[in-house]
């Protein structure tokens, strides 16, 4: 079983920053990306940004127009945790954050061993940006 565990979340004046932390648990075989999203009340859930592993450079990141130049996602494989650091915070930025990993698992014992890839989703952590 995988859990995605966020923190860092909070109440932040407008120019302020916060960073988040999502750590990844579990029969963790491969992350295949990782990223933030976010919800405001009322509106759909939308992209923040994502890391993304392999292809011919390695990897690579992506942000939401909103954000770039303002956020900033990094990830440490070694610990399954992913970052993000936000600067400049604007209160159009307050929304629940969640952090979301496409990952393959393993079961079983050598010779037998099961694969499976799904998207899992963390419980979200709060940001509001209010002076």
């Known amino acids: 079983q995988v859990q995605l565990v966020e923190s860092g979340g909070g109440l932040v004046q407008p120019g302020g920053s916060l960073r988040l932390s999502c750590v990844a648990s579990g029969n963790i075989f491969v992350i295949n990306s990782m990223g933030w999203y976010r919800q405001a009340p009322g509106k759909e859930r939308e992209l923040v940004a994502v890391?993304?592993?392999?292809?011919?450079?390695?990897?690579?990141?992506d942000y939401a127009d909103s954000v770039k130049d303002r956020f900033t996602i990094s990830r440490d494989n070694a610990k399954n945790t992913l970052h993000l650091q936000m600067s400049n915070l604007k209160p159009e930025d307050t929304a629940v954050y969640y952090c979301n990993a496409d990952l393959a698992t393993r079961t079983g014992s050598s010779g037998h061993y099961y694969y499976n890839t799904d998207v899992y989703w963390g419980q979200g952590t709060q940001v509001t940006v209010s002076s």
């Open positions: 890391t993304t592993t392999g292809g011919s450079s390695g990897g690579s990141t």
